[in-house]
């Protein structure tokens, strides 16, 4: 007995969670990276050209879309590489040393921020440089370098 195979439908005609699902296979981490980064900052700059410049300069918000924005063009950068074989070295290595640098990120980082809090708390009242987290931080992290 020969099996027949099914008939293709067109896709007007298939359910709706049949075409999600048809259109969730063909979307890359590529296009998704590409989209996402181009409408960050294509956002950013849209409310940098239209807001005053102390609401950009000041908003937090608006430096997290920006930096996000940017790391993800870094990583379609990243991914580019891959065809420069010299270049493509740093890929490698990227790839290869990024586990032993979040493990050691994971260690370090509990015992920076406990230094911030305890700076604080103990000469936030006596000087400026301690008197906020951020302060602290920017302060200890100088005292490192």
């Known amino acids: ?44 700059s849209l409310i940098n050209a239209v807001t005053k410049d102390d609401f950009v300069a000041n908003n937090n918000y608006l ?7 940017v790391f993800l063009v870094f990583m379609q950068f990243i ?29 370090v980082l509990p015992v920076y921020f406990a230094y911030v809090l305890s700076g604080m708390v103990w000469f936030g009242s006596y000087d400026d440089q301690f008197s906020s987290v951020a302060m602290s931080s ?3 992290f100088g005292v490192l370098n």
């Open 1 to 44: 007995k020969a099996e027949s195979k099914p008939k293709p439908v067109a896709f007007s005609k298939l359910p709706w969670y049949r075409r999600v699902l048809t259109v969730a296979k063909e979307i890359r981490y590529r296009d998704v990276n590409a989209i996402l980064s181009g409408l960050l900052i294509v956002l950013y």
């Open 63 to 69: 430096s997290l879309m920006l930096g996000c924005g």
């Open 79 to 107: 991914f580019y590489l891959r065809h420069f074989p010299r270049q493509y070295l740093l890929n490698l290595s990227v790839r290869r040393a990024l586990p032993q640098v979040l493990r050691l990120l994971l260690g």
């Open 138 to 140: 920017i302060t200890l």
